[in-house]
């Protein structure tokens, strides 16, 4: 059963770098708390007609980073919502979701990302080498700080395991 704060319209979104978990835990948790489940990519592919990479290549990252926004603002209350990696690095983004709910690091390690890297299909950003990958994935560890409530380390554990450590570190029970 979630809490009041959740009941009332706060969202629960799952922060972190590429592979941390934030679709497959987020499903997890959403059907643990009884809340409708959100991937704004998804949505964003469904709006746009085209996959996210296709997104990237006609529009540019720009544009995708704009409907983010424009989609993370309309997604509504009473969610977990499982962002984009680089949704922090927007202060208007993290500021709504701070406003608007509790945010949720899921904190994966940059050997684990490696380990993911070949389930994690075909996202713009992966093309680019490990070199620069290892770069944005430091950049963004202080984003991903900054914006988050909750800080869970992911290595090793599963993803009900961790669907279970938010309900707990939130108090949702």
Same mark, same amino acid.
């Given at each position: 059963?979630?809490?009041?704060?959740?009941? $009332?319209?706060? *969202?629960? @979104? +799952?922060? =972190?770098?590429? #592979?941390? =978990?934030?679709?497959?835990?987020?499903?997890?948790?959403?059907? $643990?708390?009884?809340?409708? &489940?959100?991937?704004?990519? /998804?949505?964003?592919?469904?709006?746009?007609?085209?996959?996210?990479?296709?997104?990237?290549?006609?529009?540019? /990252?720009? @544009?995708?980073?704009?409907? /983010?926004? /424009?989609? +993370?603002?309309?997604?509504? &209350? #009473?969610?977990?919502?499982?962002? %984009?990696? %680089?949704?922090?690095?927007?202060?208007? *983004?993290?500021?709504?979701?701070?406003?608007? #709910?509790?945010?949720?690091?899921?904190?994966?390690?940059?050997?684990?990302?490696?380990?993911?890297?070949?389930?994690? %299909?075909?996202?713009?950003? +992966?093309?680019? %080498?490990?070199?620069?990958?290892?770069?944005?994935?430091?950049?963004?560890?202080?984003? @991903?700080?900054?914006?988050?409530?909750? $800080?869970? =380390?992911?290595? =090793?554990?599963?993803?009900?395991?961790?669907?279970?450590?938010?309900?707990?570190?939130?108090?949702?029970?």
């Amino acid at each position: 059963m979630p809490t009041k704060s959740v009941s $009332r319209g706060f *969202n629960i @979104y +799952l922060v =972190g770098f590429m #592979g941390s =978990g934030k679709t497959t835990v987020g499903k997890i948790l959403a059907g $643990r708390l009884g809340l409708p &489940f959100v991937d704004l990519d /998804e949505v964003i592919k469904l709006r746009e007609g085209i996959n996210i990479e296709d997104i990237f290549l006609q529009k540019g /990252e720009a @544009y995708f980073r704009r409907l /983010e926004s /424009e989609v +993370l603002k309309g997604c509504g &209350f #009473g969610k977990v919502v499982s962002t %984009g990696g %680089g949704i922090v690095e927007k202060g208007e *983004n993290v500021e709504f979701m701070r406003n608007t #709910g509790k945010v949720v690091w899921l904190d994966v390690s940059f050997e684990e990302f490696l380990r993911r890297k070949p389930h994690l %299909g075909d996202r713009p950003l +992966l093309k680019r %080498g490990e070199d620069w990958l290892k770069a944005l994935f430091e950049r963004r560890r202080s984003f @991903y700080e900054r914006a988050s409530h909750v $800080r869970i =380390g992911v290595d =090793g554990k599963g993803p009900k395991d961790i669907a279970e450590e938010i309900v707990c570190l939130l108090s949702l029970r």
